[in-house]
């Protein structure tokens, strides 16, 4: 009988996995001998911080990333299909959700392995149940174009989808461009449009807030390095 696969929540900045790991689910992570990361050094401190008594030297490590060879990803399910159960850990939040960890769990389904998700914190979702937009109908547009007239087209079609559908539209972007995509979501859309920044969550500098376009536009906050989630709504 094949192993079973566990999706395994990471925590979100410098979150404690006290204050979203029950116990129960400490002691099955820590128990697994072979994992799925992103980033094995990253992946070693996280153990260690959910149970410092674990040995990292008796888990093996398979990174699952952007350098990772595609042929070479069909491998990491050999221990599940030797019997062994196998986690998958993002770098923050839930496996699978803007995370390389689906490719591996799309793998496992076609071969007939039962995968397990186990509950814990994710960005985009905190940032929608706070948002106070449209939570029935939402999409996740991931990650927008690096350019920024391909951006501002890609927003605008966004905001089109909001006053059309009422659909809540989630994107993220890489830290560093925060503030440039901020200025972008000012230049393109109506004035009243709802727009929330949600940024650093789960944090103690978290900050989630939504308003119109305008109100945005007379007072921006600095949001380089900050990891944020950004959601277009209608008024």
């Known amino acids: 009988m094949p192993g079973k696969i ?26 697994l001998k072979f994992l799925v990361v992103e980033n094995a050094r990253n992946a070693r401190r996280y153990l260690k911080m ?13 990174e699952l ?9 069909h491998t990491f399910l050999q221990p599940v299909l030797d019997g062994h159960d196998l986690g998958i850990i993002s770098e923050a939040g839930l496996p699978g959700i ?8 799309n793998l496992a389904h076609r071969k007939q392995i039962r995968v397990i998700p186990l ?19 939402f999409r996740f547009a991931g990650y927008l174009p690096v350019q920024k007239n391909e951006r501002i087209q890609s927003i605008k079609k966004l905001e089109k989808r909001v006053l059309d559908r009422n659909e809540t539209q989630i994107f993220i972007e890489t830290p560093y461009r925060n503030n440039a995509i901020l200025d972008d979501i000012c230049a ?19 900050s989630i807030k939504t308003a119109e376009i305008k109100i945005w ?5 600095d949001l380089h390095k900050r990891p944020a989630v950004f959601l277009l709504g209608k008024s």
Do not use: R, W
């Not at 393109?188 to 978290?206: F, G, N, P, R, Y």
């Open 50 to 62: 959910i149970d410092h008594s674990v040995i990292i030297n008796e888990v093996t490590f398979y």
């Open 217 to 221: 536009k007379k007072n921006k906050p």
């Open 188 to 206: 393109a859309c109506h004035d009243q449009t709802l727009l929330t920044v949600a940024v650093d969550i789960s944090t103690k500098t978290e």
């Open 98 to 105: 803007a995370d390389p960890g689906s490719e591996l769990v």
């Open 65 to 73: 990333n952007k350098h990772t060879d595609p042929g070479e990803v």
């Open 119 to 137: 509950t814990g914190p994710s960005s985009i979702f905190l940032a929608l149940m706070a948002s106070g937009l449209n939570g029935q109908a």
């Open 6 to 31: 566990y999706l395994i929540p990471n925590s979100l900045g410098s979150q404690d996995p006290d204050t979203f790991l029950p116990v129960k689910l400490k002691g099955l992570i820590t128990g």
